[in-house]
């Protein structure tokens, strides 16, 4: 038997471990071209939440009782594919869940790079991607800009900050807590802000008293309203998420969203997906990064399916360092 | 003896007629290359609201006690200068005020079309570039789009509505109360809102059930909100205009900002001074709709220098219809 979390009810608001439900089912005898993985990696991603809402969105909504979908490694353990053998890591989209069976299209092979398998979910996967193109094509950043990059201590906030350093930006990065304020240091940030200390506002004044050229939003809100409030002539915003209001029904409240007119600011909203014809771009490009040593990686790794909605979870209240992970 | 409105007191949110004073003084004696003006329309416009905080913009601030700037048509009436003589007519900035000495250079001459003066103030002037640049280069609308635009009865709105007509696009405004509404009407959009009579957000749901491609904002606030809530994917927004917030310290509140992301929105601020090296397309683009009777024009006439402040103020209690003038 194969088990899998399955949405048991729609959030309202922050979601509760009680909206989840692990079930147990047969997975069916596999088909021509198909393969049998077992997981060893889970993603537990913030844009997942949006799925829980039945709305519609760039991507469908979970239905209530049905596996879940995410990012995942696993291993190949049966295969009626060819190419694909016993013993292979893939990475595919059958997360929240031991086992699947799957079309070996919905599954690609790990490139052959020294990197552990879970770094696919990770840098080089789609936050790796989301901080790629959100920085250097929405947003436009080049050599010389000063960039504000929020959840800088998260999986893709981590990533902005080491490609913008690579490229020869000045870069400040936000989190919450000392402990990963000092974290972002780490990473080479010229300014680090813990947003727990005091209003982001005035913190992000005092670093950046010329303003700011590029703001890579990962949260909405007061961060979004600081970024505004020192924005620079032709400022560019790549708006990549916004976590502090996923949850929450109240509305956004922005004092200095009229400095968009005076300072001809952009704010753009993008989703990493309309990327992927352009992702040999970001391959070569991380590749280079990687070889260089020029990128750390940190993840937060919690055990056991069983974990997995406390991962998730935890996304919303700061409990990560770095990429979440569930490690099967 | 000359008279000039000063700003006598930097306004605390809504302006007070308290906050301008009447003054007299002599003009200087002109000098070689320049020109002595009698102003015949001044121009009053909700930018200058921002002119008149102690803040650094995109245009200084006024000055305590000084005549305060703003566009105007005079009549020359003393010369100094080769190619001005008096009787010609020439657009400028020394407004507020009845008389000025200004250098020939700060001085356009009226081209000679067949419109009345006052036309160089609104849509052949700073209004009508505004429209023009914000709806075609910042928001790149192209026939077929469907353009939602605020404050749809005012100098830059009603001039958005109209060139976007004649370009093929489907056009909804928003105006408040229904002599507005009905006025926008004539203007030729296919649906006009009475933000008056309702929540403009639900209004826009009904009249745009499929969303907008192209939002022009004159007024920000719940206008921006509704149309995040009803933008489709790759939908452009132009800021032009904030009016709801120029005399106002509570935040904007978006509910839907969050709309950005998924449906990968562009806001964009602009100014329209950045868009004076391509004065010739709009002039050449402006003088074919008017050639062709395709452009109606709506002026709202306050006469006497006196009422030049009543004139100011209403624009931000909807006191105008179309361009709002003071005729001298």
Redesign the interface.
Known sequence: MARAWTLAARPQGTPRPTDFALIERDLPALGEGQVRVANRWLSVDPYMR?RMNDVK??VPPFQLGEPMDGGAIGEVVESRAPGLAPGDLVQHMRGWRDEAVLDAADAQKLPALDVPPQAFLGQLGMPGMTAWFGLLAVAEAKAGDTVFVSAAAGAVGSTVVQIAKAKGMTVIGSAGGADKAAWVRELGVDQAIDYKAGPVARALGEVAPKGIDVYFDNV?GDHL?AALAHAR?RARFA????ID??NDAR?????Y???????????????VS?YLSRASEFYTGMGDLLATGRLQRQETVHDGLEATPDAFLGLFTGGNTGKMLVRL
């Open positions: 949006g969105s760039y909405g309203d002539p708006i990549c998420g916004m209001v996923y509305p956004t409240e922005l004092r969203l009229a400095r968009l007119i005076g300072n001809r600011v952009r704010m753009q909203g993008f989703i309309d």
